[in-house]
């Protein structure tokens, strides 16, 4: 049985690794204005948004106030069936609804923390983040292997920690500088 929650009810997660650009945002409000809500989203048991926090933050932003709850347990798959729409509004729905992710980043230092906090499973998720073997700790100089430039930024402890591991890279070929 369906039961009914406002929308200020839920909790946005303060963790939430996606962020959405502004364009996204207007996209998912866009969206909700011309054929309305149909995308579901996940919450835990405290209505902790778990998967759709842009949806919900779009909703309110345009007006829509509830929120129907569905207890599920994951093995099977929720279907919101939408009715009364025209064959454009279907049209619109379906590439409005695939693209807004689209116009979504990451956090990277979201990811960056959550995988220090243990989640292995994010190895496979964001495997542009992985050293490659080549490229390991105590290996040559390895700065041949990359064709084009790209930056890291690495959270040191304290000062000396930083200047042992600018100290490192220089030797091994990068051109590194030093944030304070």
Request: with cysteine.
């Amino acid at each position: 049985m369906a039961k009914r929650l406002k929308i200020a009810d839920l909790k946005f997660d303060p963790q939430n690794a996606r962020v959405r650009t502004a364009k996204g945002e207007a996209m998912i409000q866009e969206s909700l204005r011309q054929v309305g809500a149909a995308r579901s989203i996940v919450i835990d048991e405290d209505g902790t948004i778990l998967a759709g926090n842009g949806t919900v933050e779009a909703a309110g932003q345009v007006g829509i106030e509830n929120v129907v709850i569905v207890e599920a347990s994951g093995d099977e798959i929720i279907a919101v069936k939408r009715v009364g729409l025209t064959d454009e509004q279907k049209k619109k729905l379906a590439y409005y609804d695939n693209r807004t992710g689209d116009e979504a980043e990451w956090d990277m230092e979201q990811v960056a923390r959550d995988l220090l906090g243990g989640y292995e499973f994010l190895d496979e998720l964001f495997e542009e983040l992985k050293m490659p073997e080549e490229m390991e700790v105590g290996s040559e100089d390895q700065s041949h292997l990359l064709d084009d430039s790209f930056e890291i930024i690495v959270t040191c402890s304290d000062e000396s920690d930083q200047a042992k591991l600018l100290e490192e890279f220089e030797q091994r070929g990068y051109e590194c500088r030093a944030i304070f």
